[in-house]
């Protein structure tokens, strides 16, 4: 198929055959049913391919997953049933106990808990690093038990814009992935892969859904990165498991399929964080106007970036797609065709002028979530990061006067006409 993003987002990763249904079927089966039990029994070993439980593979959740290994260019990809779930296998199928991970520490506030907290508990280590940090700084975080590094493209909250190929050259140089969280730039503004990532994460709750209709997430690998090379630092993917029949992952599966095939045979097995073929559905609809409406949420939130900045009562603006922002030249690299819809800024007043500001907006609802189509805010201060006081607020880099805008899909006019009413309010 054609390699354009818009077409990929249409009709990728499903071709109907001769009178076969043109939507993706909703294979709403906990089983499949076999003539044999030898037939199945090949199935058991990865000697065949083929559906027998949802826990680990269902044609509905399949044909989703390959359209999005296909919008970001990897060789396999599968469907969790969250963006937690997507981030905790991508790292815990190559890092496990006495193991340890470089991470950014401009990453969303559920990631590094998951790492830095029950990841830690389960006993792998990770060092984090800003993303702006020198080559050298980057350098002597790794230690010889590194797995893996991560960072996100365009971090939730704090907006940074990640420089993948300093992070990618710095993994290469220690015989390590780069697994990046690509949730939202979304494949239509980066494509992680291309820059030197290997395996890309996504919380599809987020603009992949985006309708704020279902939790989900992915994992894609890129097949580019040789475990075998690397054997020493990998045995899960280049030693037999024993728990499947003494399977060699990366030997059977090769650089394409190792990742994801194990992923799916051991941790879908064992945590069954599975999408329902239901999510898939619903998330296969998000995608199908995923360029359309990405180009939407750049084009707004960039009319409202550029709205707040010239306003006398807001303090500051932190959205890349501006000229004097601290990452713009990393953006207009990795994001030339736009840095999505949030947008972050103070409202001068502080806290309380940020929250009276909240409450007065009429389009913009407050909600714990972003990238949607209807607008939404969140004021960390007082709901997220609520249990903080200014000072850990201040080390977690979040101001008590940051509002979070994702800017979504009404006419630009109004969300700004909305902003001034508010604005003039306070
Ligand atoms: C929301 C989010 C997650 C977590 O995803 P869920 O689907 O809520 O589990 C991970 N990474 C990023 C960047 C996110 O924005």
């Known amino acids: 198929m ?35 039990s030898a037939a199945m ?5 990865l000697e065949a391919e083929g559906y027998f439980y949802s826990r680990l593979q269902n044609p509905t959740c399949d ?18 049933s969250s963006g937690q779930a997507a981030n905790f296998y991508a790292v815990f199928n190559i890092a496990s106990c006495g193991d340890h991970v470089v991470a950014s520490s401009s990453i969303y506030g559920g990631t590094y808990n998951l790492f830095a907290v029950t990841m830690k508990r389960m006993g792998v280590e990770f060092t984090f690093v800003s993303p702006d940090c020198a080559p050298e700084e980057l350098e002597a975080a790794f230690r010889p038990n590194t797995k893996a590094v991560f960072g996100e493209t365009i971090a939730n909250p704090a907006l940074t814009v990640l420089d993948i190929e300093k992070f990618a050259r710095a993994a290469h140089a220690h015989g390590v992935p780069l697994i990046v969280d690509n949730t939202f730039a979304t494949p239509v503004l980066c494509r992680p892969l291309r ?26 690998d890129g097949g580019q990165f ?5 054997a020493d630092k990998f045995p899960g993917l280049c030693t037999p498991d024993g728990s ?22 051991q941790l879908m097995r064992d945590f069954g964080s599975m999408m329902s073929p239901q999510s898939a559905f619903l998330l296969n609809l998000g995608l199908e106007s995923l360029h359309v409406r990405m180009a939407r949420h750049c084009e707004n939130g960039q009319a409202v970036a550029e709205y707040l900045q010239r306003h006398p009562k807001i303090t500051w603006v932190r959205y890349s797609g501006l000229p004097g922002d601290p990452y713009h030249e990393t953006a207009r690299k990795y994001l030339p065709n736009g840095v999505c819809g949030v947008v972050s800024f103070g409202v001068r007043g502080g806290r309380q002028a940020a929250e009276d500001f909240m409450g007065r907006l009429r389009l913009g609802t407050i909600a714990t979530h972003v990238a949607d189509a209807r607008t939404c805010c969140l004021h960390p201060a007082s709901s997220t990061h609520r249990q903080m006081n200014d000072a850990e607020l201040a080390a977690a880099g979040v101001s008590p006067d940051l509002v979070r805008l994702s800017v979504g899909l009404e006419s630009k006019e109004d969300l700004i006409a909305d902003l001034e009413q508010a604005l003039a309010a306070v």
């Open 2 to 36: 054609s390699d354009h993003i818009e077409t990929l987002c249409v009709q990728g990763g499903y071709r109907p055959g001769n009178g076969e249904p043109r939507q993706i079927p909703i294979v709403q089966s906990t089983t499949f049913k076999y003539e044999s």
């Open 41 to 45: 029994g090949k199935l058991f070993d």
């Open 63 to 80: 044909h989703v997953a390959a359209k999005i290994a296909a919008l970001e260019g990897g060789t396999a990809a599968m469907l969790t």
């Open 195 to 220: 820059w030197g990532a290997d395996i890309v994460t996504h919380s599809t709750t987020k603009y992949m859904d985006g309708h704020a209709a279902a939790l989900g997430g992915a994992i894609v």
């Open 226 to 230: 040789d475990w075998m090379a690397h």
């Open 244 to 265: 499947y029949h003494g399977v060699t992952y990366a030997q059977r599966f090769g650089k394409e399929g190792a990742f994801i095939t194990k992923a799916t045979a």
